[in-house]
């Protein structure tokens, strides 16, 4: 019998059936609490954009090139809490799980006040991207309105792993749900003008969006607080902030911060290029990349169930399990996709009319929603085991192969399709399902030989031996 052969032995129905369940049931209330946040960014995006096209252009560089940039960037960094929170949560050692939370509360924030300076300079980094002085200064003005909510970003997700890890992650489900409805609230009175209010366009905006993260980062740390099971989980212990006892932490976070900022800066730079396109290419990628995002979300919700579940069995010590629930990862991110990615594919006019009422921007967008179909299903599935790899706490050979598709690989490949061969916009989509179906392959052949191939020839040898 072969190694694998072994392997898929002892996947009997019920094991399958079981992982496959627990799998869902942990998606479910992640998807739609992922779901949550890109809503914030379709009313944010749909509201500006009806009320200028030059507003959305502000808006879609100030957000991409440097404030996602950021959050992107702490979502990595702190990874390593839902990792081993999970891992902790598997062995049953609740009350490391608390120490993981305590330690990660004012990394969170030093974190976030880090992204608070960075995104004061707002004007002159784009400046310094290339971008005309119109565009920076616009950019610029609402950077330094999202900078005031980048710390309570960093305290939301330091708080939202936890619960994640801990297989909570219905309080993050109901609290996006309420933050979307007031977040459309806030929009109506600051974008548009209401309630005596100057109209703001994507400076206004960008204030419903720092409001509405305070609001998510209050409502989560209290719910830790005053919800939880505090002596279970030792949440009120005094915890040792030695630097040397929380290093696989942050060491964690480090290669998981910055596999993501890799990625979200060849992202980023695609906005630059549409910048150098145009106010039109610019807003029709904001739309087209708005729009890839909530199917995007929808999958990456699968995709953090599987870091957890894959995390989980790694605290039990059973690398099959691992491969299982990878494996059940990707089959139920397809079974997702498929129907997103017709929707993406036969309704891209409708699509885009939703977003302006701009002709010329409309049709510059249609072509691009329709070709994101690829990139939904390959960058999804990359997304999915670069989760399963987290989980797994394998950490720099996953960051190599994300430096080599999404920067080595990505841009060159977006500057040759876009400006040489003349594809303009439609080439900064393109360049984006090749990067990530050669990151598929990487990641997908690093995760199925460390679970897989790895332990079955390390116990053949430790028999052998």
Same mark, same amino acid.
């Given at each position: 019998?072969?190694?694998?052969?072994?392997?898929?032995?002892?996947?009997?129905?019920?094991?399958? #059936?079981?992982?496959?369940?627990?799998?869902?049931?942990?998606?479910?209330?992640?998807?739609?609490?992922?779901?949550?946040?890109?809503?914030?960014?379709?009313?944010?995006?749909?509201?500006?954009?009806?009320?200028?096209?030059?507003?959305?252009?502000?808006?879609?560089?100030?957000?991409?090139?440097?404030?996602?940039?950021?959050?992107?960037?702490?979502?990595?960094?702190?990874?390593?809490?839902?990792?081993?929170?999970?891992?902790?949560?598997?062995?049953?050692?609740?009350?490391?799980?608390?120490?993981?939370?305590?330690?990660?509360?004012?990394?969170?924030?030093?974190?976030?006040?880090?992204?608070?300076?960075?995104?004061?300079?707002?004007?002159? #980094?784009?400046?310094?991207?290339?971008?005309?002085?119109?565009?920076?200064?616009?950019?610029?003005?609402?950077?330094?309105?999202?900078?005031?909510?980048?710390?309570?970003?960093?305290? =939301?997700?330091?708080?939202?792993?936890?619960?994640?890890?801990?297989?909570?992650?219905?309080?993050?489900?109901?609290?996006?749900?309420?933050?979307?409805?007031?977040?459309?609230?806030?929009?109506?009175?600051?974008?548009?003008?209401?309630?005596?209010?100057?109209? =703001?366009?994507?400076?206004?905006?960008?204030?419903?969006?720092?409001?509405?993260?305070?609001?998510?980062?209050?409502?989560?740390?209290?719910?830790?607080?005053?919800?939880?099971?505090?002596?279970?989980?030792?949440?009120?212990?005094?915890?040792?902030?030695?630097?040397?006892?929380?290093?696989?932490?942050?060491?964690?976070?480090?290669?998981?911060?910055?596999?993501?900022?890799?990625?979200?800066?060849?992202?980023?730079?695609?906005?630059?290029?549409?910048?150098?396109?145009?106010?039109?290419?610019?807003?029709?990628?904001?739309?087209?990349?708005?729009?890839?995002?909530?199917?995007? =979300?929808?999958?990456?919700?699968?995709?953090?169930?599987?870091?957890?579940?894959?995390?989980?069995?790694?605290?039990?010590?059973?690398?099959?399990?691992?491969?299982?629930?990878?494996?059940?990862?990707?089959?139920?991110?397809?079974?997702?996709?498929?129907?997103?990615?017709?929707?993406?594919?036969?309704?891209?006019?409708?699509?885009?009319?939703?977003?302006?009422?701009?002709?010329?921007?409309?049709?510059?967008?249609?072509?691009?929603?329709?070709?994101?179909?690829? =990139?939904?299903?390959?960058?999804?599935?990359?997304?999915?085991?670069?989760?399963?790899?987290?989980?797994?706490?394998?950490?720099?050979?996953?960051?190599?192969?994300?430096?080599?598709?999404?920067?080595?690989?990505?841009?060159?490949?977006?500057?040759?399709?876009?400006?040489?061969?003349?594809?303009?916009?439609?080439?900064?989509?393109?360049?984006?399902?090749?990067?990530?179906?050669?990151?598929?392959?990487?990641?997908?052949?690093?995760?199925?030989?460390?679970?897989?191939?790895?332990?079955?020839?390390?116990?053949?040898?430790?028999?052998?031996?």
């Amino acid at each position: 019998m072969t190694t694998l052969e072994t392997h898929y032995d002892k996947w009997d129905k019920q094991r399958v #059936i079981r992982q496959f369940s627990q799998l869902v049931t942990l998606s479910i209330p992640i998807i739609l609490q992922r779901l949550g946040i890109m809503t914030l960014g379709i009313v944010d995006t749909a509201m500006v954009a009806r009320f200028s096209t030059t507003e959305v252009a502000y808006q879609g560089i100030a957000n991409s090139a440097i404030a996602s940039t950021l959050i992107v960037a702490s979502i990595g960094l702190l990874m390593g809490t839902m990792v081993l929170t999970s891992n902790a949560y598997g062995a049953k050692d609740y009350r490391r799980c608390g120490r993981i939370w305590r330690r990660s509360i004012p990394y969170s924030l030093a974190l976030g006040s880090v992204g608070f300076i960075i995104c004061l300079f707002g004007e002159p #980094i784009l400046l310094l991207l290339g971008q005309t002085d119109d565009i920076a200064r616009g950019g610029g003005e609402v950077i330094r309105v999202l900078s005031f909510g980048i710390p309570m970003t960093c305290l =939301m997700l330091a708080s939202q792993f936890f619960l994640e890890g801990i297989n909570r992650p219905l309080p993050g489900m109901m609290f996006m749900f309420a933050a979307n409805i007031l977040n459309i609230f806030l929009n109506w009175i600051f974008v548009w003008g209401h309630f005596g209010f100057d109209p =703001m366009g994507a400076v206004g905006s960008a204030w419903a969006t720092s409001l509405i993260r305070t609001f998510l980062a209050i409502t989560m740390l209290l719910y830790i607080l005053f919800a939880l099971d505090r002596e279970k989980y030792g949440i009120l212990e005094k915890v040792d902030m030695k630097w040397s006892l929380w290093k696989k932490h942050r060491h964690i976070g480090y290669a998981a911060g910055f596999t993501n900022t890799i990625e979200h800066v060849g992202f980023a730079s695609l906005y630059v290029m549409a910048g150098l396109l145009g106010k039109i290419s610019l807003g029709a990628l904001t739309i087209a990349f708005t729009t890839f995002g909530v199917p995007f =979300m929808i999958c990456y919700g699968v995709a953090g169930a599987t870091s957890v579940r894959v995390g989980i069995a790694l605290g039990r010590g059973d690398p099959q399990d691992m491969a299982l629930a990878g494996l059940c990862g990707l089959a139920f991110n397809g079974m997702i996709c498929l129907p997103l990615m017709a929707v993406l594919y036969f309704s891209p006019s409708t699509i885009a009319n939703l977003f302006s009422k701009d002709a010329v921007l409309v049709a510059a967008t249609i072509p691009l929603i329709a070709l994101s179909v690829w =990139m939904l299903f390959f960058d999804t599935a990359q997304t999915v085991v670069g989760n399963a790899l987290r989980g797994a706490q394998d950490i720099w050979v996953p960051a190599i192969f994300y430096v080599i598709c999404y920067t080595i690989v990505m841009i060159p490949l977006a500057i040759f399709l876009t400006f040489y061969l003349d594809h303009g916009a439609i080439g900064l989509i393109e360049c984006i399902i090749y990067a990530s179906f050669l990151s598929l392959v990487l990641l997908s052949t690093r995760f199925f030989y460390l679970t897989l191939i790895k332990k079955q020839f390390d116990d053949d040898k430790q028999h052998a031996d």
